[in-house]
């Protein structure tokens, strides 16, 4: 386990809302506790820049979770647009390939860019047809790790299962963003390999993502407090 002492610094709330006007809203109810967003393809489709906009102006930083995956010139574009809009997070699909996910990382070069792997709701058992199913979902992580690390990616987004071979296999620069992660005992959602706070942290996430525990909680100020509890008394028995 990480001994951060402000461990919530690592956490990312996705801004999974309708509108713009919901995540203001959400921006002013969690105040200061939380400094970084992830704005994903709902906001983005309904809000468009104008979501990143808000949150660099309220001094937060951003995660733009575009899944960018098509042709490399479109893709090398797609990420040259974004990184002005000053995002600090991008992110590609890493099934892409070497040459799409260099055209992002050479189009926005101010951004980091990480490279989703196997979506966090694939449950091992029911893979897509364009895997190989006799091979552990965790061999393919590390292949496609492996593969956008080559590209110039700053790392991947992964499960939390996932985290520890990854960071063995390639060192602890290699940025690990796990999504998917719940509060002990709380419902999974269409997340299948869903992990605590604190075992994400322990495997050597870098940064969490959370999204419905919080945004959809009747407090989100209190769900996202809650979410640290379970490390911080971890650390108070120490
Ligand atoms: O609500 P929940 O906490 O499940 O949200 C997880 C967020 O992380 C969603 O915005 C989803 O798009 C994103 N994400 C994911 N799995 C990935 C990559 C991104 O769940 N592999």
Known sequence: MRSDANVSARGIVALDVPALEDAIALLARLGDAVGYYKVGLELFAAAGPEAVHVLREAKKSV???????????????????????????????????????QAAVQGAPSARVVAVTALTSLDPRDLPAHIRRDRPLAEWVLDLTEEALAAGAAGVVLSGAEVAAVKARFGADCLCVVPGVRPPGAAPEDQARA????????????????????????????????????????????
């Open 195 to 238: 992990v605590t706070p604190a075992e994400a942290l322990a495997a050597g996430a870098d940064f969490l993502v959370v999204g419905r525990p919080v945004t959809q909680a009747t407090d989100p100020l209190a769900a996202w407090r809650g979410l640290w509890s379970e490390i911080h008394s971890q650390e108070g028995r120490r």
């Open 63 to 101: 995660f733009l979770d575009l899944k960018l995956h098509d042709i490399p010139n479109t893709v090398g574009r797609a990420a040259r647009a974004a990184a002005g809009l000053g995002v600090d997070l991008l992110t590609v699909h890493a099934g892409g390939g070497r040459a799409m996910i």
